[in-house]
């Protein structure tokens, strides 16, 4: 899925449209991905180590055969030294197996809880918020839409102004929008339609006075 530069006129002119009916700043945002997920790869290995060691403690036998391979059963009885060794061995390399099981990206993603994901993308969006829009604006009006692509999420966040008077649930319908389309790979059409149902709520509490400007940038952000 990527954003075509029909789909960047489109969000741009959305934003261009509802900032003329408010004061509030709409600041649009698009991100691949929201985090690499390097952390579900290595509890992956560390849950196969453990099961090597469980698998071990029920079935000692495992590491007196795999000795048996190397030295002769009859005249070298195995310690517990060595029996601990092939245990450390073999917990290595199931770490290893699972750890690089899941070396694709888009696995990694795909077994990633859904709480994760939603903490993550979550997460993001306030850093590129602090960073683009909040205290921004004159009347602390900034809004930001962040969609992060391959989470199949998306988030707004606003600045004082705006949240205090809005409550996050009255933005469901634009974010629940956002995200069908994103999902029927009309990521452009969604941001657009997002920008439009966000612009009416701002233009109802933050109607555009007469000397107002454009503080921050129409344009849809691509990372």
Do not use: C
Not at 46 to 61: N, R, T
């Amino acid at each position: 899925m990527r954003l075509t530069e029909q789909d960047h006129a489109k969000v741009t002119a959305a934003v261009t449209a509802a900032e003329l009916r408010t004061a509030g700043e709409i600041v649009t945002v698009v991100a691949r991905r929201s985090d690499k997920y390097n952390d579900v790869a290595a509890h992956a290995g560390v849950l196969a180590m453990l099961l090597m060691l469980a698998a071990l403690s029920v079935w000692p036998g495992i590491a007196e055969r795999l000795h048996a391979l190397f030295y002769d059963p009859w005249s070298d009885a195995p310690h517990d030294g060595t029996l601990f060794g092939i245990a450390l061995i073999l917990s290595a390399l199931a770490f290893l197996i699972g750890r690089y099981a899941l070396a694709s990206l888009p696995l990694r993603i795909a077994l990633t809880p859904g709480a994760t994901k939603a903490r993550r993308v979550r997460a993001r969006a306030l850093d590129l918020f602090r960073t683009s829009a909040e205290k921004r604006t004159a009347g602390a009006t900034g809004v930001l839409i962040y969609l992060s692509l391959d989470e199949h999420r998306a988030e707004l966040i606003a600045d004082a102004a705006i949240h205090s008077k809005v409550t996050p649930e009255t933005w469901g319908a634009a974010m629940a929008a956002l995200i069908v389309a994103v999902k029927d790979d009309r990521p452009g059409d969604g941001l657009a339609d997002a920008v439009a149902q966000v612009g009416v709520v701002l233009a109802e509490h933050f109607p555009r006075a007469g000397d107002d400007r454009n503080e921050l940038p129409d344009r849809l952000i691509e990372l």
